[in-house]
């Protein structure tokens, strides 16, 4: 038979707490010979928009590996590979999720990072509305797969189901109640499971029909709740708000929701606000886009000039009385151009004496850098030339295989403009992707990309990529010829090192199912897969990854940061890399997501900082910032949350044992849902800065992200609104750039969540200097070690004192450059630099006789010699640019 049906839903499930409920279901042949003729003209929503779902890219022709690729992907996504010949997971689950990507119309699916939590802030345990059973149970033939955020399983929750629920994710195989592998990945998981799969909201009428033809009152309701959230979902926000609205005024099962108290008619309360909430970011904050859209807290031209939804969310907002709703009103009220009062907003004082002139203005817009997607990761880099200009390569994630937005390269054509050459690199043929990471790992001087997909979704096997650079002009995808690099595990996190310091890069690949994979390189553009030889493989629910020598002996160990515990600090033993994680007192937050491995007090010992991602409640945010005690703290006492939701800064005593300073820099700063992270010297004063990308997949989840001020000592000052870096849209791939060249290090940031409703544009924060630090830019030539020396330590004297860095560190979805590494000098001229090289037979080498400050300069590991490197720059007026910009595109074109 043939299929055209896609998936209607957001889906998520939770298979640590027996919620799954399954009725009726009925099996079908697949067939997937109509993928390329699958059409979104029917969809109303955000997904399709922009070209993004199969076939509008025509003429693209998808050569080699790019082809089988793009092959897998499509089967992925259709279920063709859900079975057990591709896959772990047990037969009689495969059939099911295969019938639901081929049946959409039969089943319902719920998505409850929209909804009260099962154990959250607002469900009285004394109601007895269900909304699991009202979804799941009310259904003939029909599935709810529901979402929360469990702890572990309660004491009355039988342990082998659980182990074997889990432990069925890992082999081919049933594990049993004894399975010990089995018992230690649940003890990782410990939050359990959750799967997305945002998709196009196609065929409304036929939908609406649905609704129409329900048999009785309760099933018409239930659907009319599903379509809603479902264009929630989608950006259909007109559609979703009909909807609500018709439920809360003309519900045959509960009075009118605006004056009733039960859980349905809160629910449902929240919802409307939600759809208000969205609507007025769409209507403006996308198709009104400005320079200062989203910025928080909101100027006068970032408020909304299409008011009608700010205005009716506000009404919304009165009949509540909850800290959630005072913070929503906040930004509501910001909207419509009123200036709140923020007795504890820090203003940084001392902001443009030592950091800058003024604010970091935005101007992807006019640079033509405001990519348009969702969970995204950013490279900047010299991808495309030798004269040290700054190219993008850009990827979101969850977007359908030929859609035209996959992943994009943007080359710096040095007059202030970028070029879309994703064509001709062959870049866009590779779509889709949680994390880009650059690396010259065949040694030839350019820079290579590995791809890592499917994070957040990792039953959707999505295969990885690695791309080779053919001399800076396009990219052959060679993931298979190198050695099976595919994964397909659901990777979120992968960074490069030369972990046995043999000359040549290798990768570990960090996944969101066991095991994760370390690929040593052989020297011969193939790799050798040896992570459990090493002792590396067993992961968890990894989030991040990060190299760095924590030990001091010169081999590079790893810190593996998982969002479902424990994270994992492992020395590299050279024959083996050790577990020492309790021992060093690195254990970081539960709920982990983001880290980084960076000297950030400059002592010359690498340290270590963990993101943590509990997603705080909007009730939250608002005592924060009013300084309020959080009225329903007791509901994460109850969950043994309390203590998790605090990201973690230790600083290294020299040995690999760490203290955690996380109390030197204010609580709200470092609780504050970090979903990815980097870092690097906005000030030039020679301590390392981080940048925050927050928020959480809930579409309420509206939140400052945050760049923290290094004061030299471990701890941190927030200059997000001195700065003007408060951007309220979800946060993913961030680098600290110099896109100019002039020595003023800029901050890029993919700005988006999951769900299409959830898209925005990326933002450029551009430097405008202000302060007269001093500053080096470098260059590495290997000869033994890898050919541009990532993973070298720098130790620069200056006329003040001494700067430690590495080259080629970053954290999280972003990469920061590697051809061309910037370092803050302070005050102080520069007078000597050291550099230990990443291979074992290869002593320090100093530099030195006059060696230039504020310049672009190589040092060679061969000849011992330093040159001075012609630095192609250029200058931008962020002003004029923004102005000439947004008086031509009075309209976002999204």
Known sequence: MTVKAVVTGALLLVVSVPVVVIVG???????????????????????????????????????GEFGETMNQMEKAIRGMAWKPDFSPVPRGTWKRYAHFLTHQDEYTVTNTDFYPQRWGVDLDDAEDWDLRKFFGSEFRDRVSFANSLPPPPPSGFPKWFYRWMMGSLIFDRSPTARDAKAGRYVNMREVGLRFFAPVPLCDLDKQVAMIDKAPNCEEREARMFRLSVHALSDAANEVALEKLLELCYSSCLDTNCTSSGTKRSKFLRRLIQVAYLRSGEVSNCQRHHNSESCIFPLSLKAQHVERAPATELLRWLDLEDSQESKWLRLIAEMQLGSRPALPHLPQAENYSSTIAAGKFKNVAGPLGLDNWG??????????????????????????????TRSATMRQNLKNGTFRDVSVETKLNQGPSGNIGRQADFDNDGDLDIFNGRGGWMPFF????????????????????????LTGEKGTHSAAWADFDLDGHLDLYVASEQNPCELFRNNGDKTFTEVAEEMGVAECGWVKGVAWGDLDGDGYPDLVVSSIAGPNRVLLNRQTKFVDVTEASGAVGPRFSQPVAIVDIDNDGDEDIFFGSHRPPDPGELYAAYFDEEWEEQHVLDRRGLSDTGVSRIYLNRGDATFEDVSDRTPRRLLACGVMAMNFGDIDNDGFVDFYMGTGWPDLRGLMPNIMLHNRGDGSFDDVTVAGGFGHLQKGHGIAFIDVQNDGRVDVAASMGGTLPGDLFSDALYLNPGGNDNNWIKISLVGFKSNRLGQGAKLVLRTTDRTIYSVLGNAASFGSNPIKIHHVGLGKGKLLEITVKWPHRDVLPQKFGGSLPTNAWISLSEETGMWTQKRLASFHLDADALIAHHEQHHTCHSH
């Open 461 to 484: 096997q999505l295969p990885n990529s690695l791309y080779e650079n053919k001399n800076n002009s396009e990219f052959e995808e060679i993931t298979r010829k190198a050695g099976d």
């Open 25 to 63: 279901v009925r099996m079908a042949i697949m067939d997937h010979s109509d993928f390329r003729e699958f059409s979104c003209a029917t969809s109303i929503g955000a997904q399709c928009a922009n070209g993004a779902c199969p076939d509008s890219n025509p003429d693209m022709v998808y050569e």
């Open 374 to 403: 969702g969970t995204g990761a950013i490279a900047a880099d010299m991808f495309l030339n030798d004269e040290g200009l700054i190219d993008f390569y850009h990827q979101t994630a969850l977007q359908w295989p030929r859609g």
